[in-house]
């Protein structure tokens, strides 16, 4: 009989990423504030500052732009940072050195020099932080060429991304979902990688694609399996990485079911889902569209303190229910 696969949770599998890395090549160190003896804010880092020391586990000032500012020059260096930022939102703090240095260095210095940098970013609502510490800024920084920016849905994408990340010669931001840390999944032991850039097809279907990214995979993943009963047949595609976008698989799926839902956390107005949809609109699936393309995103507000306003703001399975059975039923 078989043995069952190994599990850890999304926390885990971004921690043993990090060992192996700082195992395997001595320029891999951690930057972030309390990730020493604390941590980190999601207890991600651990105590990982007692087995790599102070040297390679830096607590950093309560400066976003600073750390930032010595991540990408240690970079520029040859070192591999990993710099832990506490929230996503806190990214509006560095933005100068994410968007002016780090994405721009290589290009300006007429490759040079790269940038390996990895900035990890806890995002995403549900745990009542309120306005200034539950936004979805992937969309923001995937909008700057120079950039890579994904977003693991999974244990095993999480740590495989991660390595992927640290290989890589150009920065990569990574948006964790914060309420993912503690979701359970089988995760390879050893050093393995998963492409940046390359989406997955969670659930195969013929009826309807449903875009997601992040926590909104599994979202999409529950209300395909309630739409099954109803007979509709939904695929799920796992978008996981922001830019660059995976053209040909989205493409590809929306040519086979004719129909297109984008689900995704970020506000509904020029968010991710907008890019998929009019990546969509300027290819050959157009022509194969029966509906119109339906994006379902975040409200048009500041994430909410109160935990009931908090989901309304943000899709639930319910509303992804909706909008799938308009669509294939023709109520749009």
Not at 9 to 37: K, P
Not at 44 to 67: A, K, Q, W, Y
Request: glycine share 10%; with cysteine; hydrophobic share 45%.
């Amino acid at each position: 009989m078989d043995a069952q696969p190994r599990e850890l949770s999304y926390a885990q599998a971004i921690q043993e990423a990090m060992v192996l890395a700082m195992e395997a090549d001595e320029r891999v160190f951690l930057m972030g504030e309390d990730i020493g003896i604390y941590g980190g804010a999601f207890q991600v880092t651990g105590d990982l500052v007692h087995r790599f020391g102070e040297e390679r586990v830096m607590d950093t000032p309560i400066s976003e732009l600073g750390g930032a500012g010595v991540a990408v020059g240690a970079a520029v260096t040859g070192m591999r940072p990993i710099f832990e930022f506490q929230f996503s939102d806190f990214a509006t703090l560095a933005m100068e050195q994410i968007v002016n240095q780090a994405a721009k260095m290589r290009f300006m210095l007429g490759g040079a020099v790269s940038v390996p940098v990895v900035m990890r970013f806890p995002a995403g609502s549900g745990t009542g932080a309120a306005a200034q510490h539950s936004q979805s800024l992937e969309a923001w920084l995937g909008h700057v060429p120079g950039l890579k920016v994904v977003q693991p849905a999974t244990p095993h994408d999480a740590k495989g991304m991660l390595l992927a990340a640290i290989d890589d010669p150009d920065p990569v931001m990574i948006f964790e979902h914060k309420l993912l840390y503690k979701m359970k999944g089988p995760v390879p032991e050893g050093h393995y990688t998963v492409p940046i850039g390359k989406a997955e097809i969670r659930r195969e279907g013929r009826d309807l694609t449903i875009v997601a990214t992040s926590i909104m995979v599994h979202k999409a993943l529950e209300a395909a399996q309630t739409l099954e009963g109803e007979g509709i047949d939904v695929e799920v595609i796992d978008l996981r990485t922001v830019r660059p976008m995976d053209r040909e698989t989205v493409v590809d799926s929306v040519r086979k079911t004719s129909r297109l839902l984008c689900v995704y956390e970020g506000v509904k107005t020029l968010g991710v889902g907008a890019e998929v949809s009019a990546m969509i609109a300027e290819s050959e699936a157009f022509d194969f569209l029966d509906a119109p393309i339906v994006r379902l995103g975040g409200a048009e507000t500041p994430i909410p303190y109160n935990p009931e306003l908090e989901k309304a703001t943000v899709p639930q399975v319910p509303d992804v229910l909706r909008a799938a059975r308009d669509l294939v039923k023709g109520a749009r």
